[in-house]
């Protein structure tokens, strides 16, 4: 678990899904105003005899408990499509982000540029790529507050009019 000045945040494996209880020991561990927040997305919650209480569905979640704006979760790059000069990348909205960072490498993820910074949206069109050079990409989701973790890249090349498969973040 991690604390700041805004509230509380950690992570939690339910393979089977569960109950996510937080349990102030104190009233000083109740961050006035707070809300909690799984994977990005404000949780229904309710008062249980042992705390806060959510309901979790199966696999590994992100929690925040805090009175500040939550910090969006990681993007996954769905796919992308080649074209001479450059391709265009789409990835998966994240909860809680106002605009993304399209990320490159040309050096095996050694150092990294921004090729695309405050996208709007879930997609975005890059130029400058030369035709069968290998990059790898990422996606960060930036927040009110702050900007999700940096992922490990997916790795994809430019060729002319020729389709690549689909490509995917790596876990």
């Given amino acids: 678990m991690r604390t700041d000045t805004d ?38 919650t309710r008062a249980g005899d042992k705390g806060l209480e959510t ?10 408990w805090t009175r500040a704006a939550v910090t969006p979760g ?9 074209r001479s000069g450059g391709f265009t ?20 993820g050694e150092s990294w540029q921004t090729a695309a910074a405050r996208v709007a949206g879930p997609s975005v069109a890059v130029q400058g790529v030369r035709n069968g050079q290998k990059v790898y990409i990422r996606v960060i989701a930036n927040g009110q507050a702050a900007s999700s973790a940096r992922r490990r890249a997916t790795s994809r090349s430019t060729s002319p009019m020729r389709r690549r498969p689909l490509l995917r973040d790596c876990d």
């Fill in 7 to 44: 509230g509380f945040s950690g992570e939690v494996y339910a393979p089977a899904g569960g109950v996510l209880r937080l349990r102030p020991t104190g009233s000083n561990d109740q961050p006035a105003g707070a809300a909690l927040y799984i994977d990005g997305r404000k949780a229904n």
């Fill in 55 to 64: 309901d979790l569905p199966p696999g590994k979640h992100r929690w925040q």
């Fill in 74 to 82: 990681p993007c996954r790059i769905s796919h992308s499509v080649n």
């Fill in 89 to 108: 990348a789409f990835w998966e909205p994240s909860p809680g982000a106002v605009s993304y960072d399209l990320q490159m490498s040309a050096d095996n």
